[in-house]
């Protein structure tokens, strides 16, 4: 097998392509070979000895290449030509949005029978141009012997290949252009929390993570994406941009998600691939672009994984009202079980069930994180204990320093000086 790296990556998956090459030689036992619209050799997977790599003058074959590749456009399906040593080619063309992009050929073969006229007028012919037919591993017995019929199946099985790279080809150019929507819509949330920041450096966004994953373990990928951009323009402010700062983070989170998944029963065997992938966060050089877009891949995946690992059960529309509703009245130190029932129109009884079977908790310990959480913002701030717990929607500040000692380990006073 050899292959050459170029533009033509910017085309197609080239690793991709070469699977279906060798899938395409182990049902027809014919190489077959890509090549770009200037005759020159892209991708090829071959069979031992294939005569094309042993000729030493290219030009001779490059030349009949591209006047065949002339004539498959014209015709707008798959051409068969006699090669310069005598032998029979399929070529067919790559058609992108109605545009002629490359060629792909399959064989060489012989549609007559090997008899000694034929192996005499055959190495004559390769002499011509430049083929060694005394070279290691070429044996001329090993030219397949098709009819002309065969040739035409190969050539229509060959047109199938390059319409199934036409549709993957149109897939992948879908998909990088939703990714680079989200990109778009990515910096547009940066810019505008910007504008209202300032040039104040953020602060790390604490309740967003947590509502994020509060998602995931939902399986609930509407709102874990949404989340997600909020999330990421925050980490960009928050790290000033430093990009070291911001993959230390998101790689943080990928732990918090990969352990999410974990706790809702996915199998450690599942998440391997996604872990390995969240590596790619440390590489050197890598930019802010590509970290966002690996970030939002990663997250797809874990939700993938955490969706069939819940049985395909999409998230409970009641639970996703309460979380959304936590996340927005915290600070009320009336919200309750039995206040938010209400909202949702639910029994405090069926809300209880819902977080002890979909996410593992109660409803007040859910409650109570969210509040520790932004309370631990409030007091890195500054505030005191009295400001946040009016703040975070506790009772009163001896009732808050108790849930804080009791959740965090420490006072929220000793929280404050140890992370100023």
């Known amino acids: 097998m050899k292959r050459v790296y170029d533009s033509i990556n910017n085309i ?9 090459f060798r899938t395409y030689l182990d049902a027809t036992g014919l190489s077959v070979t890509l090549y770009d619209l ?5 991708l090829c997977v071959c069979n031992k000895g294939y005569i094309c790599g042993l000729v030493s003058e290219k030009s001779v074959c490059r030349k009949k290449i591209l006047s065949s590749a002339k004539k498959c456009a014209e015709l707008k399906k798959p051409y068969i030509y006699e090669t310069e040593c005598g032998l029979i080619m399929c070529i067919a063309p790559i058609f992108i949005d109605k545009k002629t ?15 000694d006229f034929f192996e005499e007028d055959f190495f004559i012919r390769c002499k011509n141009v430049g083929v060694d037919t005394s070279a290691e591993g070429f044996d001329v017995s090993a030219i397949r012997h098709v009819d002309c019929k065969t040739m035409s199946a190969f050539a229509d099985l060959l047109m199938l290949v390059i319409d199934y790279m036409g549709e993957k080809e149109r897939a992948f150019r879908q998909y990088r252009e939703d990714r680079e929507n989200k990109f778009e819509n990515l910096l547009k949330s940066i810019d505008e929390k910007s504008r209202i ?8 966004p604490v309740s967003l993570e947590k509502e994020l994953i509060s998602f995931v373990q939902l399986g609930d990928k509407t709102n874990a994406r949404r989340i997600l951009n ?11 941009g430093n990009l070291d700062v911001i993959k230390a983070k998101l790689y943080e989170l990928n732990a918090f998600l990969s352990r999410t998944a ?11 691939d996604i872990v390995k992938k969240s590596s790619g966060l440390f590489i050197e050089n890598t930019e802010f672009h590509d970290i966002c877009i690996l970030t ?4 797809d995946e874990y939700l993938d994984i955490v969706y069939k690992t819940r049985g395909a059960k999409p998230a409970h529309a009641h639970l996703v009202k309460v979380i959304s509703i936590i996340n927005a009245e915290y600070p009320d130190s009336t919200l309750s079980l039995a206040s938010v029932a209400k909202k949702v129109y639910v029994s405090p009884y069926y809300i209880s069930h819902l977080f002890h079977d979909e996410m593992g908790t109660t409803f007040n310990d859910y409650l109570t994180e969210v509040r520790i959480n932004h309370a631990k913002d409030c007091l890195l701030e500054g505030m005191t204990c009295d400001q946040t717990s009016e703040k975070t929607g506790f009772a009163d500040a001896s009732y808050f320093t108790k849930i804080f000692k009791k959740k965090v380990g420490v006072t929220p006073v000793k929280y404050r000086k140890g992370n100023s």
């Open 230 to 240: 909020n999330f990421l323009a925050e980490i960009f402010l928050f790290a000033g």
């Open 197 to 204: 920041n300032g040039q104040n450096r953020g602060k790390y």
């Open 296 to 299: 939002i891949e990663i997250l």
């Open 12 to 20: 197609f998956d080239i690793k991709e392509l070469e699977k279906l």
């Open 101 to 115: 992009v490359g060629y792909i050929t399959s064989g060489p073969v012989s549609l007559w029978k090997k008899d």
């Open 262 to 272: 974990v706790e809702v029963g996915a199998r450690i065997t599942d998440l391997a």
């Open 38 to 42: 200037n005759g020159e050799e892209r």
